[in-house]
C-alpha cells in the first residue's frame, strides 16, 4: 500500500510514472515494460483502423486493463478543433473519459500551441473530460490550464523523443510553487537521472514513452525508470543537505594518533 | 454506393446501418469508435444510424503513442 | 541473488552503495539508514578511545556485522606516515584488512594529496591490505594508483560534504574507461540524482556519508540512494537513447481523423 | 563603420546590445554607463509626472537622444488593454513609434501573458506601431509574434533581473533557427559571459538593464557587456571549433628530441 | 596604458590572453590572428631541425618579437627528464629561459603526469627557469607547484584541444582563492564564452591555441577571444549582480497609468 | 471645480484647456502626454481641450526604466 | 609511574603489562588496536609487552566516519 | 666517419667543429640550439666542440605548438 499515491482528479495511482505505448519493438516486449516500469497508467494514440489489414493485432490485447489504466492522446493534432475531435472519439472507444491533451504548435519541436491548447482544454472540461495538457515549462500558461480546468499540467522537460532532459529546472521549480493540480513533466526525459531530477524539483510524476521505448533494452530500461522516479520522490522528501562550496569532513577531527596537523 | 470511408472512397451495397458495416468490415464494435460525417456516433445508435450515398464515416481505435 | 554485483579484490558485495557512519543524529538512526540503503560495507573513522567516559556506547555495536563488511578508513590523515599508521591500527582492531586510504592535502576542500596518497598506496599494498584510494577525478593519478596496486580507484565527485554532485562527468568517464580495476565515485553526491549520475556515467559504486547522514530524514534519504544507485547502474546497461537537439514523434504521424497538416 | 549592424524595421544600430535606464545609482552614472555600453538604443518606463516634486530632474536630460534611440516600454502593464494605452502615451511624447512590449502575466517571475501579448501585438502592429514584443522562448509565440508582424522577438534567458544566465540554450537557438525578424535576448543576463553565450547562440542582439544598472562598478561592467556582446557575435561568426571527449595536440607530434614514447 | 596588467615573475603584459602556434592553416594566418589576438606572449614548441628541406621558412620570422615574448614549451614530453632536456634546449635557442612545462601523463587527454610535472618544476627553477606548469584544476598539485617556484600556475579547463569549455569551474575558483602566483587557465576553450567565464572565475589568463588555430576563421576568432578576455575581466571586477530564482522589476512599480494589478 | 489628476482629485478654477493646465502645472508641454478621460490628447489639441468638472487627466513622462 | 596514553600524561603503578593496562581501564581488549611506542601490539602479545615509565601508549577503536 | 644526427645515422667528413657541421648543414647558428652527446652546447662553444666518429648530435628549433 503506497503512502504518498498520485491523486488525479479523484483517482488514486500507485505509481507516479506515466509511460506511453508507442515504438517498441514488439507488443510482447512493451507488455514487458509495462509491468517492470510499474505504471498503471499508459497513454495510447487515436488512430483510424487499419482496413486493409485486419490480421493486425490489436494493442488493447496486450495491456492488463484490470491494473493500468488507459489515456487516449490527441497527439499529432495541430488544431483545438482537431484535437476536440480526437478526445471526442478517443474517449467513445468507451475506455476512459481522460485525455492527454496535445495541440502540436511546430513540427520540428513539438512544442505545443498554447493558445489553442487553451482553447481546447476550456471545450473538453465543459463537455466533461478530465484534460491533462501538455504544454511548455512556463508558469503562466500553467496557472490559465489550470483555472480553465486541467485536472493537471504537463509541462515539457524537453522536445518530445529528444532525450536531453529537464532544459530548465528553475521553470519546473517554480511552476510546481504555483501550481494547485499535479504536475506531471512530460517529454524530454532521456535516461534515470533526468526522471530522479524531475522528481527532485518537485514534480509529482513524470510521462515518458521514447526513453524507455527506444532504449537498447526496454524493460531494463523500463526498471531504471521506476526506480528513479521512487528515488528522486524520496529524495524530495527526505529533505537535501544544502550545497557549499567548499569541503565539511564525514569524520572526527579530534582523536587522531597523529602528530601531523594540516 | 459510395462512401468516404477512412479518408478513402469505398464501394458498398447501401444503404446500410452502422452495425451492418461494421459486421462487413470484420470490426468488433467494442474497443472502436465510430464518426458519421463529423459527429461521434454513440455505440447504441450503431443499429438506427443509417449510412447513405456520400456520407462520411470514420472507424477509429487505439494505437501505440506516447 | 544480484546477476550484478561489485567484486573488489575477489570479494562480492551485492549493493554498489557503499556508506559511512559519521555525522548521524544518533547511532540508531545510522542503523536503521544502512539497512534502509540495503548497503553491506560501510566505512568507519579509526580514533582515539575516549578514556574519560567509558559509558559512551561502542559504535560497532550498531553495525550489523553478519550482513555489513567494515571499511576502515585513514580520515583525517595529512602525510602518507599518518595515513599508514592509522591504516596499520585500523588492521589490528581485527575486523577488516582493507583500508579506504585518504591524505589530505587541503583543510578547506579535503583534496588528496595525491603523491603521499601515491606512496602511502605502495607501502600499503606491500604489508597485505586491500587498499581502495579516495583521489581526485585525475585519469593519470587512478593509472598510478591501479598499477601500485589498489584493489579499485575512489575518485571525488566534488569536496566531501558539498553535495554539489559530480562535477566533472567526462573526468569520471574517461577514469572509468581506462581503469581496470573497480571505480567508486567517493564524495561530492548530495540528492538521488547525482548517484544515478555517477553510475550512468559508469562507475562500479559510489561511497557517501554527509548526503544520507545530513538529510533532513535519514532514513528517507538512505532508501532514495538505494534506488538511484540501482537506477542509474540499471540505465547505464539499458543503453539509453541518443540525445537530439529536436523532436521525434512517439505517436504515429499517420491514420489521423483530421484534415489539418502541420 | 560596422560591416556587422543590427537593422530592425529598416532602422540601423551600430550596436548589438540595447541597455535600459532603471535601478542605477543616479543618472550621471547612467549617462556614463549608456557611453561605456556603447548602445544606441536604450529601453524607458512611461510613468505618470510627479506633480508633487517638480525639481525632480527628468530623464532625458541624461540621454544623448542625438547618439541613442529611445525605446518606450510596457513594463508593469498585466493586461492587454494596459500596455495598448501606455505604449499609445509613449508614442504621444513624441520620441518614437516603437515599443518594448510588456505584458506580464506573473509577478513572481514577471514572465509574460503571451496571450494577451500577441493580441497587443496585433493591436498596436495596426496603429502603426514598431512592436518588439518581450517573450518567453517559445519557438511556437515567437512565430505567431512574427506572424502578427512583430519587428523583432524577444525571448527573456531568465526571469528579469534574476542574473542567472540562459536557462535554455537550446530554445534560444531553435528561435533563431526559425526566426525571419531579429531575436533579441530580453532579461537574464547576469554577467559578460551570460551575453556572449547569448550571441553565440545566434542571438542579434541582447537587451539588460539589472546587469549593469545594479553591478558594483555599472560603468565597467557596461564596458564589459559591450565587448561581451562582440566577443560572442564575432564568436558566433568565426565557426567555433567542434567539442570533443578527448584531447588533440596542439604540437607536433614529431621532431622530439627525446626517446621517450607514451 | 593598461591599468590592469598581467605580471608574471616581475615581467608585465598588456594581454591576459596568451596564444600558440601551432596548427594554423598558414604562419600567415597566425601571424594575422596574433595581431587582432593582442597577445604579447606566444607559446612555440622545441623540435628537431628539419635537414632534408631547409627552404622551409621559419616560424619566427612570422612572430614580431619586438612586440610579442616567446614562451617556449615541453610539449610531447612524457617524462620529467625529457621535459628538462627539452627546456635546456629551448632556452639555449636564445630567446628565453622562460618554459611552459608540460609533463604529459595520458595519450588521450594529454592530462599532465603532476608528480613528474612537480619534479620537473624543482629542477628547472634550481636551474634559473621561469617555470609556468601546465597542471590539472588541482587545487593541492597547484600549491605544490607555487610552493616549488612556479612563476604562475596553468590549470586546465578540459582536454587540449577539446574545447569543451571550463569543465570544472569550482576548482578553478578554488585554486584561485588559495595561489599567490597567477593562475592561467591553460587548454580547454572552445569559443568566447569559454574565456570569459575563466576570466570571470577569477583567473589572471588564459592560454589558448586550437580554438582560434582551427576555427573556421582564425583572425575573427582571435579578435572574439581578445574581447571576451577583456570582458571577462572587466566583468570579474565590476562585481557582478546575485542570481536569484525569481524576478525583480527593472521599471517602477508605482505611477503607472493603470487601473490594473496583478 | 475638482478634476481626477493622475489618479487623485484635484482643486483648479475651470473649466480650463489642457495647454493652461499644464501652464498652472508649471509643466513643460514637450516631453510629456497627456490623457484627458482615457483619450490620448494630441499635442496640437492642449489648446482646444478642455477639462471640466469630474473629468479625468493622465500626465506621463520617461522615467528609468528596463 | 607516568606514561602518555592517548596522547596525555597518565599516573599508574607500574611496570605493567598491555592487559593489566587495558583491565585497569575497563577496556574489553576486543575491538579496540594499541599502539606501545609507536609500534603496534599484536593482540596475543597484550600479556607478555611490558609498559615502563614513560612509555606512550595509544589506544583506538572505531568511532563514526565517512 | 658515420654520427648520429637528430636521430638518424649522418656520413660526413670528420672529426669537425658544430660551426662547422652548421656550416655544411647550411643553418644559421642564431635560433637553433644543439645538443652534443645530450649535452647542450652553448653558443660560443660552436667553434671548438668536436664532432667524432659515433657521436651524438641534436640540433632543434621553435616550430609552431600550443
Chains 1, 3, 4, 5 share one sequence.
Not at chain 1, 516500469?37 to 486493463?65: C, H, P
Request: net charge negative; glycine share 8%; hydrophobic share 45%.
Amino acid at each position: 500500500m503506497n503512502s504518498d499515491p498520485l491523486v488525479i482528479a479523484g483517482r488514486t495511482f500507485g505509481s507516479r510514472l506515466v509511460v506511453g505505448t508507442g515504438k517498441y519493438p514488439s507488443h510482447a516486449v512493451m507488455a514487458d515494460a509495462h509491468v517492470a516500469s510499474g505504471a498503471d497508467m499508459v497513454t495510447v494514440a487515436v488512430r483510424r483502423v487499419n482496413l486493409t489489414d485486419r490480421s493486425k493485432e490489436s494493442l488493447l490485447d496486450y495491456i492488463d486493463r484490470d491494473r493500468i489504466f488507459i489515456l487516449p492522446n490527441t497527439a499529432g493534432c495541430y488544431t483545438a478543433e482537431d484535437a476536440i475531435r480526437t478526445a471526442r472519439l478517443g474517449r467513445e472507444v468507451g475506455l476512459s473519459n481522460w485525455v492527454k491533451l496535445e495541440v502540436i504548435g511546430d513540427e520540428q519541436t513539438l512544442f505545443p500551441d498554447n493558445i489553442a491548447l487553451l482553447e481546447a482544454t476550456r471545450v473538453l472540461v465543459r463537455e466533461g473530460f478530465v484534460v491533462l495538457p501538455y504544454t511548455n515549462d512556463d508558469p503562466v500558461i500553467c496557472r490559465k490550464l489550470e483555472e480553465a480546468g486541467a485536472a493537471a499540467v504537463m509541462p515539457l522537460g524537453a522536445p518530445i523523443g529528444s532525450g536531453l532532459g529537464i532544459q530548465n529546472p528553475n521553470n519546473i521549480r517554480i511552476i510546481k510553487a504555483q501550481a494547485r493540480v499535479p504536475v506531471i513533466v512530460d517529454a524530454g526525459v532521456g535516461t534515470a537521472s533526468d526522471a530522479a531530477i524531475a522528481m527532485e524539483l518537485g514534480a509529482d510524476g513524470v510521462l515518458m514513452n521514447t526513453a524507455i521505448a527506444l532504449a537498447t533494452d526496454p524493460v531494463a530500461m523500463a526498471t531504471a525508470m521506476k526506480l528513479a522516479v521512487e528515488a528522486g520522490r524520496l529524495a524530495f522528501r527526505a529533505g537535501r543537505i544544502p550545497m557549499r562550496l567548499y569541503a565539511s569532513p564525514s569524520s572526527p577531527v579530534e582523536g587522531l594518533v597523529t602528530a601531523s596537523t594540516p | 454506393m459510395t462512401i468516404r470511408l477512412n479518408g478513402d472512397p469505398y464501394e458498398i451495397e447501401g444503404p446500410l446501418t452502422i452495425a451492418t458495416l461494421l459486421a462487413h468490415l470484420k470490426i468488433d464494435p467494442r474497443l472502436v469508435a465510430v464518426e458519421h460525417n463529423i459527429e461521434v456516433v454513440k455505440r447504441h445508435r450503431y443499429e438506427t444510424t443509417m449510412v447513405n450515398e456520400g456520407d462520411e464515416v470514420e472507424i477509429v481505435n487505439f494505437v501505440g503513442g506516447g
